[in-house]
Nanobody
């Protein structure tokens, strides 16, 4: 399984960016998905999470500005970021809890669930 994050870039304060994270591989299903960010010199923090039922949680600092969404048909997670601020600068990582299946001879299917991380995409917001 691989998670590929994209959409980062350099913008001015007040502008918008859209991040995307696509999961590929032998995916049986995907549970909780989320976006995390790590600013220079800081710990990685949770920004937004979305459950398989569509329940969303956002860190206070982005509420009202960021929207997280998922497309389970495409195994994709998105993050729409508006009114960006310099403090939003950091590397954004996607994370997903995925059940990965293995197709065995004789038609038996087994699966294992685990958390997977994308490689990160850099967002830089200038004042």
């Amino acid at each position: 399984v691989q998670l590929q994050a994209s959409g980062g870039g350099s913008v001015q304060a007040g502008e918008s960016l859209n991040l995307s994270c696509k999961s590929t591989g032998n995916i049986l299903d995907i549970g909780m998905m989320g976006w995390y960010r790590q600013a220079p010199g800081n710990q990685r923090e949770s920004v937004a999470n979305i459950t398989v039922h569509g329940s969303v949680s956002l860190v206070d600092s982005v509420r009202g500005r960021f929207t997280v969404f998922r497309d389970d048909a495409k195994n994709t997670l998105g993050l729409q970021m508006t009114s960006l601020k310099p403090e939003d600068t950091g590397v954004y990582y996607c994370k997903a809890n995925i059940r990965v299946y293995t197709d065995h001879e004789g038609g038996t299917l087994t699966w294992v669930g685990a958390d997977y991380w994308g490689q990160g995409t850099l967002v830089t917001v200038s004042s």
